[in-house]
Every structure is written in C-alpha cells, then in structure tokens.
C-alpha cells in the first residue's frame, strides 16, 4: 500500500506537469483520485458485519469509442474495516481490497470544452488477503458513478466523483461474503 501511494503521488505531480487547455470527447484520459468508501453491512455467510468508512484510491485510463462513449480499465483500493461479534467473524479487522475492472462511460460536455459530466458502470474482479477467521478472498464487483469534471487551461483537468460499490457474490470455498452496496466519494486529477 506504501509504495502505492508514493507512486500515486508521483504520477501526479508528472500529471501536474502536463498542459490541457481544454478536452475533447474523443480523448483518452488517465484519472488518479482519491477519496472515502462508506459504511455499511457485510453478509458473511449470513451474518450481518459492520463496515466503518475507509480511504478508497482509484487509477483509470479510459478510451474513446466515438465521440462520447468511454471504455477504459480501472484500478481501485478501498480499506475495508469489517466489526462483528460472530463465530463467522469474530473481533475487528481491516484490509485493503483490490478491485481491477472494464469501465464504460458516457461523456456530455457542458460549457466552452471545460465542464463535462460522465456517468459510467463497471464490472471487476475484486480480492482481499486473509483476514481474521478467513482466507484470502475473491469477489466479483460491480460499481455505477457519475464524474463532474474541468479542465482549467493550464493544466491537468480536476475531477470529482460518486458512486455506488456493490459484490453481489464472493469469499473463498468455505465462506460467502456480499459487500455493500456501499457509497464512495473521490476526487483528483485528469490528464
């Protein structure tokens, strides 16, 4: 997680660097933003566990598919802090989850190439190591999210974003765990 991070600020302050007077629908943009994922409920096995809110990181690079639609690939770590008194899951813990997903996205500019609005979907593979009382886990996730972002002339553009992370299905053979859905907020860098 350490290196992550400085690599995240590496990039950017490389990103920082780099000059977008304005955008086009048709790009293709790398986005770094950080932020929370929110609380909610575990079902562990039918056992209901707490989830506290948590920093989530999220790297994207996204494609053009014509003028407004978006493909593009994902990288997100949220910190899941899971809490329960059950046999299931005993105590408190906390990991970081590791989600790698296909993202589609649908982009409408707003004014004079700087605003923009983009709604998107995605579909990934997501895995926690071993936690307490359990092993190493798998998921697959599911998120929605809309962006608002601007691009001020001099620089990188400035994006925010929230959204809704959801694994209907997951856990390991022994054990079946949904998260969610829970809320995440981020913001960040678009270049």
Not at 37 to 61: C, F, N, P, R, W
Not at 66 to 73: A, W
Not at 78 to 102: N, Q, V, Y
């Given at each position: 997680?350490?290196?992550?991070?400085?690599?995240?600020?590496?990039?950017?302050?490389?990103?920082a660097?780099?000059?977008?007077?304005?955008?086009?629908?048709?790009?293709?943009?790398?986005?770094?933003?950080?932020?929370?994922?929110?609380?909610?409920?575990?079902?562990?096995?039918?056992?209901?566990?707490?989830?506290?809110?948590?920093?989530?990181?999220?790297l994207?690079?996204?494609?053009?598919?014509?003028?407004?639609?978006?493909?593009?690939?994902?990288?997100?770590?949220?910190?899941?802090?899971?809490?329960?008194?059950?046999?299931?899951f005993?105590?408190?813990?906390?990991?970081?989850?590791?989600?790698?997903?296909?993202?589609?996205?649908?982009?409408?500019?707003?004014?004079?190439?700087?605003?923009?609005?983009?709604?998107?979907?995605?579909?990934?593979?997501?895995?926690l190591?071993?936690?307490?009382?359990?092993?190493?886990?798998?998921?697959?996730?599911?998120?929605?999210?809309?962006?608002?972002?601007?691009?001020?002339?001099?620089?990188?553009?400035?994006?925010?974003?929230?959204?809704?992370?959801?694994?209907?299905?997951?856990?390991?053979?022994?054990?079946?765990?949904?998260?969610?859905?829970?809320?995440?907020?981020?913001?960040?860098?678009?270049?």
């Amino acid at each position: 997680m350490k290196h992550l991070m400085i690599s995240t600020i590496l990039l950017v302050l490389v990103a920082a660097g780099t000059s977008a007077s304005d955008f086009s629908e048709g790009d293709r943009y790398t986005s770094v933003k950080v932020g929370m994922i929110g609380s909610g409920t575990v079902d562990v096995d039918g056992a209901d566990v707490d989830q506290s809110a948590g920093l989530s990181l999220g790297l994207g690079y996204d494609f053009p598919v014509g003028e407004r639609l978006h493909y593009g690939f994902s990288v997100d770590l949220h910190r899941m802090k899971w809490s329960a008194d059950t046999e299931e899951f005993p105590g408190e813990d906390s990991e970081t989850l590791l989600d790698i997903g296909l993202t589609w996205k649908y982009m409408a500019v707003l004014s004079e190439d700087r605003f923009a609005i983009r709604p998107g979907i995605g579909v990934g593979y997501g895995t926690l190591r071993r936690r307490k009382a359990l092993n190493g886990t798998n998921y697959l996730t599911l998120k929605a999210n809309a962006e608002v972002i601007y691009f001020s002339g001099g620089g990188p553009g400035f994006g925010a974003e929230i959204g809704v992370f959801y694994t209907p299905t997951g856990g390991d053979s022994e054990t079946d765990i949904k998260i969610g859905p829970l809320l995440y907020a981020r913001a960040g860098v678009l270049f």
